[in-house]
Nanobody, 120 residues
């Protein structure tokens, strides 16, 4: 199983980015997928989850600004990020594993990360 993120970069505050995570070799049903981030000197935090039933959950600080989605035909998970703030600067990771989503933070499958830098 491999997860590969892309789409990170540098953007000014107020701008937008869309992160992609291509998943290959994954065969489980009832999958939970999500996005996490880790800023320098801080702990990793869960920011967006897409459960196997299609429900979503977001970190309070990104609600209304970030949207998680997936395209099953392309085996790709997305994170649309709008109204970016300097505090969104971090390495962003995608993850996937069997449901329930409560186990995703310690899940088995992670991407290598993509850096997002927001300048104020």
């Amino acid at each position: 199983v491999q997860l590969a993120e892309s789409g990170g970069g540098s953007v000014q505050a107020g701008g937008s980015l869309t992160l992609s995570c291509v998943v290959s070799g994954y065969v489980y049903s009832n999958t939970c997928m999500g996005w996490f981030r880790q800023a320098q000197g801080k702990e990793r935090e869960e920011i967006a989850i897409l459960d196997s039933d299609g429900s979503t959950n977001y970190l309070d600080s990104v609600k209304g600004r970030f949207t998680i989605s997936k395209d099953d035909a392309k085996d790709t998970l997305y994170l649309q990020m709008n109204s970016l703030k300097a505090e969104d600067t971090a390495m962003y990771y995608c993850a996937a594993d069997k449901a329930p989503c409560t186990l995703l933070p310690t899940g088995n499958y992670w991407g290598q990360g993509t850096q997002v830098t927001v300048s104020s």
